[in-house]
C-alpha cells in the first residue's frame, strides 16, 4: 500500500504528547500561548457589530479556528479600509492578523487546540454529564419519597377518618364534637343494660354450681351488682346502695373548655360532699311521749358483699318541726342522689368495673367448665355427682358454649370501644384532651407530609428546569469538540502531504 494512502490514528488523550513528540510543537508552549490570551481579551473589546462575531464570541473558548472566522469577518467590515496594496488600515484587522501570525508560529494553535479537544473530552463533557444524571437521580429518590409520603398521608387519614367514624364526629372541630357525644351515652347505657339480659342463664348456673360446690345457701347471690343490672337495669348508683328511688337526682357537673388549644382542662367537678346546712343540736328536744306504738325501731344497716351500705328504713311519724330538721317527703321516697351517687352504675366508674369484673368471673367460670366437661378424667366432672343439682346435671358442652357465648357478647358490648372513649371522655378532661391531641396530631402529621411532598415536587421542578438548562450546553459542547476534532485532522494531515488522520478514543463517543 502506497504510504501516502496509510492513515495515522491517534489517541484523543495522547495528542498532544504525540505532537511534542514528533516536534510539531515545543514542550514549552503554554509558556507562549498565554501572550497570545491576552492580545484575544484585549481584541475582544474592540469589535464591529456582526451577527457572526456575536455567535462566534458567545459562550465558547476562543481559539485560533474562531480568529480565522474572525479575520474572514473582518475582511468584510473592514473593506473600506483596504489601501492600493491590499493591506489594511484598520487597528481590528491588524490584530486579529497579529493573533493569527503568533498562533502560527511553532504550531502553538495546534498544541492548544489539542488541550481544548482532550480537556472537552475527559472534563467537561463528562462533568456536565454528570450534572444531568444527578437532577435525573434527584428526580427519581423524589418521586420515591413522594410515594411514601402519600402512602404515610393516605395511611394516616385513614386512621383519623376510621377513628373519627368510631366516635361518631365528623373531625371538624373536634373536641366539641367529642363533647357533643356525651348526650348519646344515657341511650347507648340503656341498649347495654337490656343486652345483658342474655347472661341471666349463666349467672344462674354459677349460682347453682358455687352452692351446690360450697354446700350454701342455693338461694345466695352470686356476682351482686351484674345481677342488679339485669334484675333493675341501669339505676343510679344512689338507688343501688340504698334500696330506694332518689327524691332528686344532681348530677354531677362536668366543666369542659370549649377552647380548642386548651391542652389541660379541669378536672370533672362532682359537687363536693353534700351540705345539709348549719344544725345546732344543743337545743334538740325529740317527743317520743307521742308515740303511738311501742314497737322498736331496728336502725341497723345491711351491707352487701361489695360493700355497698342497704339502709332498712321504717316509717315513722314523728314531728321533727322543733328540731328544725324539713323532711320533705319520708319513706321510701328517699333523698337526694348528688355526685358519684347520681351516676347510673353503668356510668359509675366503680360500679362499672364491678360488672366488668363479674362478667369476666363469669366468662372463666364458664371456660372452666367447658374444659372439664370436655375432659373424661376430670375429677370435677358433675356427672359423677349424682347428687349435683338438675341445672347442673342437664349441661353439655354445646349448652354451656352457647350461655359462654352470650356471656361474650355482653363482654363485647361493655368493652365497645366508642363507648369506653365516651367513658372516659366524660369522667376525664386529661383523657378529652389526649384524645383530641391525638387526632390533631394525625391532622398534623398530613399536613408536614403534604409540606414535604410540595418541598419534593419542587426540587423535580427545579431539577428538570437544571437539565433543561444544561442540555444545551451539553450539545453545543459536544457539537463544537467534534468540529474542532476535525480541524485538528485536517491540520496534521497537511503536514503529512495530505495522509488521512484519525483522532480515535473518547472524542468519538460522545453523543
Given at each position: 500500500?502506497?504510504?501516502?494512502?496509510?492513515?495515522?490514528?491517534?489517541?484523543?488523550?495522547?495528542?498532544?504528547?504525540?505532537?511534542?513528540?514528533?516536534?510539531?510543537?515545543?514542550?514549552?508552549?503554554?509558556?507562549?500561548?498565554?501572550?497570545?490570551?491576552?492580545?484575544?481579551?484585549a481584541?475582544?473589546?474592540?469589535?464591529?457589530?456582526?451577527?457572526?462575531?456575536?455567535?462566534?464570541?458567545?459562550?465558547?473558548?476562543?481559539?485560533?479556528?474562531?480568529?480565522?472566522?474572525?479575520?474572514?469577518?473582518?475582511?468584510?467590515?473592514?473593506?473600506?479600509?483596504?489601501?492600493?496594496?491590499?493591506r489594511?488600515?484598520?487597528?481590528?484587522?491588524?490584530?486579529?492578523?497579529?493573533?493569527?501570525?503568533?498562533?502560527?508560529?511553532?504550531?502553538?494553535?495546534?498544541?492548544?487546540?489539542?488541550?481544548?479537544?482532550?480537556?472537552?473530552?475527559?472534563?467537561?463533557?463528562?462533568?456536565?454529564?454528570?450534572?444531568?444524571?444527578?437532577?435525573?437521580?434527584?428526580?427519581?429518590?423524589?418521586?420515591?419519597?413522594?410515594?411514601?409520603?402519600?402512602?404515610?398521608?393516605?395511611?394516616?387519614?385513614?386512621?383519623?377518618?376510621?377513628?373519627?367514624?368510631?366516635?361518631?364526629?365528623?373531625?371538624?372541630?373536634?373536641?366539641?364534637?367529642?363533647?357533643?357525644?356525651?348526650d348519646?351515652?344515657?341511650?347507648?347505657?340503656?341498649?347495654?343494660?337490656?343486652?345483658?339480659?342474655?347472661?341471666?342463664?349463666?349467672?344462674?348456673?354459677?349460682?347453682?354450681?358455687?352452692?351446690?360446690?360450697?354446700?350454701?345457701?342455693?338461694?345466695?347471690?352470686?356476682?351482686?351488682?351484674?345481677?342488679?343490672?339485669?334484675?333493675?337495669?341501669?339505676?343510679?348508683?344512689?338507688?343501688?346502695?340504698?334500696?330506694?328511688?332518689?327524691?332528686?337526682?344532681e348530677?354531677?357537673?362536668?366543666?369542659?373548655?370549649?377552647?380548642?388549644?386548651?391542652?389541660?382542662?379541669?378536672?370533672?367537678?362532682?359537687?363536693?360532699?353534700?351540705?345539709?346546712?348549719?344544725?345546732?343540736?344543743?337545743?334538740?328536744?325529740?317527743?317520743?311521749?307521742?308515740?303511738?306504738?311501742?314497737?322498736?325501731?331496728?336502725?341497723?344497716?345491711l351491707?352487701?358483699?361489695?360493700?355497698?351500705?342497704?339502709?332498712?328504713?321504717s316509717?315513722?311519724?314523728?314531728?321533727?318541726?322543733?328540731?328544725?330538721?324539713v323532711?320533705?317527703?319520708?319513706?321510701?321516697?328517699?333523698?337526694?342522689?348528688?355526685?358519684?351517687?347520681?351516676?347510673?352504675?353503668?356510668?359509675?366508674?366503680?360500679?362499672?368495673?364491678?360488672?366488668?369484673?363479674?362478667?369476666?368471673?363469669?366468662?372463666?367460670?364458664?371456660?372452666?367448665?367447658?374444659?372439664?366437661?370436655?375432659?373424661?378424667?376430670?375429677?370435677?366432672?358433675?356427672?359423677?355427682?349424682?347428687?349435683?343439682?338438675?341445672?347442673?346435671?342437664?349441661?353439655?358442652?354445646?349448652?354451656?358454649?352457647?350461655?359462654?357465648d352470650n356471656?361474650?357478647?355482653?363482654?363485647?358490648?361493655?368493652?365497645?370501644?366508642?363507648?369506653q372513649?365516651?367513658?372516659?371522655?366524660?369522667?376525664?378532661?386529661?383523657?378529652?384532651?389526649?384524645?383530641?391531641?391525638?387526632?390533631?396530631?394525625?391532622?398534623?402529621?398530613?399536613?408536614?407530609?403534604?409540606?414535604?411532598?410540595?418541598?419534593?415536587?419542587?426540587?423535580?421542578?427545579?431539577?428538570?428546569?437544571?437539565?433543561?438548562?444544561?442540555?444545551?450546553?451539553?450539545?453545543?459542547?459536544?457539537?463544537?469538540?467534534?468540529?474542532l476534532?476535525?480541524?485538528?485532522?485536517?491540520?496534521?494531515?497537511?503536514?503529512?502531504?495530505?495522509?488521512?488522520?484519525?483522532?480515535?478514543?473518547?472524542?468519538?463517543?460522545?453523543?
Open positions: 500500500m502506497d504510504e501516502q494512502h496509510i492513515p495515522i490514528d491517534i489517541n484523543t488523550n495522547k495528542i498532544l504528547d504525540w505532537l511534542i513528540s514528533r516536534r510539531h510543537v515545543s514542550k514549552d508552549w503554554q509558556n507562549n500561548i498565554l501572550n497570545i490570551r491576552e492580545k484575544i481579551n481584541a475582544i473589546q474592540d469589535m464591529p457589530v456582526h451577527e457572526g462575531i456575536i455567535k462566534l464570541l458567545s459562550g465558547q473558548h476562543i481559539n485560533y479556528f474562531h480568529c480565522l472566522k474572525i479575520v474572514d469577518i473582518l475582511k468584510e467590515t473592514e473593506a473600506d479600509t483596504k489601501n492600493v496594496f491590499g489594511y488600515g484598520s487597528q481590528r484587522m491588524k490584530d486579529w492578523q497579529d493573533i493569527i501570525h503568533k498562533y502560527q508560529k511553532e504550531n502553538l494553535y495546534l498544541a492548544e487546540a489539542a488541550q481544548i479537544l482532550i480537556r472537552n473530552v475527559n472534563f467537561e463533557v463528562p462533568s456536565l454529564k454528570k450534572q444531568i444524571a444527578k437532577c435525573e437521580q434527584t428526580q427519581l429518590d423524589c418521586e420515591k419519597k413522594i410515594k411514601d409520603y402519600g402512602k404515610a398521608e393516605t395511611s394516616t387519614l385513614n386512621e383519623f377518618k376510621q377513628t373519627c367514624k368510631q366516635l361518631g364526629i365528623p373531625g371538624q372541630n373536634i373536641k366539641k364534637e367529642l363533647i357533643g357525644l356525651l348519646e351515652l344515657p341511650k347507648i347505657y340503656k341498649e347495654t343494660a337490656s343486652k345483658m339480659k342474655g347472661v341471666e342463664d349463666a349467672i344462674k348456673l354459677y349460682s347453682a354450681f358455687v352452692s351446690f360446690l360450697s354446700n350454701l345457701d342455693r338461694n345466695m347471690e352470686v356476682l351482686p351488682t351484674l345481677s342488679y343490672l339485669i334484675k333493675n337495669g341501669n339505676s343510679t348508683t344512689y338507688e343501688y346502695m340504698y334500696g330506694e328511688k332518689p327524691l332528686s337526682i348530677s354531677p357537673e362536668l366543666k369542659y373548655s370549649d377552647d380548642e388549644s386548651q391542652q389541660n382542662a379541669e378536672e370533672i367537678d362532682y359537687g363536693g360532699d353534700i351540705d345539709f346546712g348549719d344544725i345546732n343540736t344543743e337545743n334538740i328536744t325529740i317527743d317520743f311521749e307521742n308515740k303511738e306504738t311501742d314497737e322498736e325501731i331496728d336502725w341497723g344497716n351491707k352487701t358483699e361489695d360493700g355497698f351500705e342497704i339502709v332498712q328504713h316509717d315513722l311519724d314523728v314531728s321533727l318541726e322543733e328540731s328544725g330538721i323532711v320533705e317527703n319520708s319513706g321510701l321516697d328517699g333523698g337526694i342522689a348528688r355526685g358519684e351517687e347520681a351516676l347510673t352504675i353503668l356510668d359509675n366508674p366503680k360500679t362499672r368495673d364491678r360488672i366488668l369484673n363479674d362478667l369476666i368471673e363469669l366468662s372463666a367460670f364458664l371456660k372452666m367448665r367447658i374444659f372439664e366437661m370436655s375432659s373424661e378424667s376430670s375429677l370435677f366432672s358433675i356427672s359423677q355427682m349424682p347428687d349435683a343439682p338438675t341445672i347442673l346435671l342437664m349441661q353439655t358442652v354445646e349448652t354451656v358454649t352457647a350461655i359462654h356471656v361474650q357478647i355482653a363482654l363485647n358490648e361493655i368493652n365497645n370501644k366508642r363507648l372513649h365516651l367513658h372516659n371522655i366524660k369522667h376525664s378532661p386529661k383523657y378529652l384532651d389526649m384524645l383530641t391531641s391525638t387526632l390533631k396530631q394525625k391532622l398534623s402529621i398530613v399536613e408536614r407530609l403534604q409540606q414535604k411532598k410540595k418541598c419534593l415536587e419542587d426540587q423535580i421542578v427545579a431539577s428538570q428546569a437544571e437539565i433543561k438548562k444544561i442540555k444545551p450546553i451539553l450539545n453545543t459542547i459536544i457539537s463544537n469538540t467534534k468540529v476534532q476535525k480541524q485538528i485532522e485536517e491540520e496534521i494531515s497537511k503536514k503529512y502531504k495530505g495522509r488521512p488522520v484519525h483522532i480515535v478514543g473518547g472524542v468519538n463517543v460522545l453523543n
